[in-house]
């Protein structure tokens, strides 16, 4: 079976098993966790920021920050495919009772700063006031794009301008840093805090990082610790995130082989596919007469797992387990499935 669900299904390599042995542990709650310690100021550093906390998952990371940026009862404004609006069980209102105020960021999933303005709004005797801008780089429901940074730079912006702190979803920034060739602190200049996952496509097998200001994440250890995340000797799956983070540069790898499983199936009668940039490859079943659903099961009894993003489209994701020849071989058994 060729897993193509998500670059959540890799496996760690061996090298992280040894390192999970073989790390240096402490009660990370007081601090005193050398692989974390070393996690967190090495992921600080990648993104540009003072400093980085270590979460168990990236839901995690983005509704904590949500809760420390905001105050109860404010709007967070967010586009509307966006995973902390789609994917998130309802956070923003379930842990920082927020409303949320959506914003169409077109085929991009990007808001242009002229939306930014249209969606503030001012706090005053009947109106709780915008407290926070959500973006997210890659847009995972928009098809893995890579955002430009000076599309993020334009709409934080916009929103720092009104005095409202913006927090970057960059689940894949790594993704978006590789296909921009940029390195990941430029796609994080103009936010306030970002949260990027350790556990997609670098290979960690679990965990992500949340970081932002030295103050910022000394509020938010202490919001982690009310969500329950407080982990104790946590050096033993934070050591495999240290050799996550030497990852960054072969995600080119996961990037060629989805434009290389996108050009086999484009080739597939009753298939369209949208040209990938980065490890996602998204794929209309419509003309097939077929929905996602049906279409994905027919590729699961032929050998391939994809998942369903909506009534006709199907998403397949490359990652480090699987390689070119995989890739050429799934395309092939879409092919007969079909």
């Known amino acids: 079976m060729i897993d193509l669900r998500s670059d959540t299904v890799t496996t760690p390599s061996d090298e992280m098993r040894e390192a999970a042995r073989d790390a240096d542990v402490g009660d990370d709650v007081y601090g005193e ?48 495919k966006s995973h902390v609006f789609k994917y998130e069980l309802g956070g923003f209102a379930q842990h920082s009772e927020l409303q949320v105020r959506t914003l169409d960021g077109g085929e991009r999933g990007i808001p242009t700063p002229e939306q930014v303005r249209a969606g503030y709004v001012e706090e005053d005797v009947h109106r709780p006031g915008t407290g926070i801008l959500t973006l997210e780089n890659t847009h995972n429901s928009r098809g893995g794009v890579a ?27 790594c993704n978006a840093a590789v296909a921009r060739d940029v390195p990941v602190s430029r796609m994080t200049e103009q936010v306030d805090s970002v949260m990027f996952c350790l556990s997609k496509g670098l290979g960690a097998p679990v965990g992500s990082m949340l970081a932002g200001s030295e103050e910022f994440v000394e509020r938010a250890r202490r919001t982690r610790k009310l969500f329950g995340g407080g982990m104790r000797q946590v050096g033993m799956v934070a050591a495999p995130g240290l050799l996550a983070l030497d990852n960054v540069d072969r995600l080119a790898d996961d990037h060629d082989n989805a434009a290389t499983l996108a050009e086999e199936l484009a080739g597939v009668e009753g298939l369209d596919v949208q040209p990938p940039e980065t490890n996602i490859v998204l794929v209309n079943t419509e003309d097939a007469g077929l929905t996602a659903d049906e279409f994905l099961d027919a590729c699961e009894d032929a050998g391939v797992r994809g998942t369903q993003f909506d009534t006709h489209v199907a998403r397949f994701c490359t990652h480090w387990d699987v390689d070119r020849a995989d890739v050429e071989t799934a395309a092939e058994h879409v092919r007969d499935a079909l």
């Open 147 to 173: 955002i430009a940074p000076e599309q993020i730079d334009a709409a934080a912006d916009a929103a720092h301008d009104l005095g409202v702190p913006v927090h970057l979803d960059g689940a894949r920034v």
């Open 33 to 80: 966790d050398p692989s974390v310690n070393e996690l967190e100021a090495r992921a600080a550093d990648l993104v540009g920021m003072e400093d980085a906390l270590y979460v168990p998952t990236g839901t995690m990371g983005n509704q904590i920050a949500a809760r420390v940026h905001t105050e109860r009862g404010q709007e967070a404004l967010v586009e509307r």
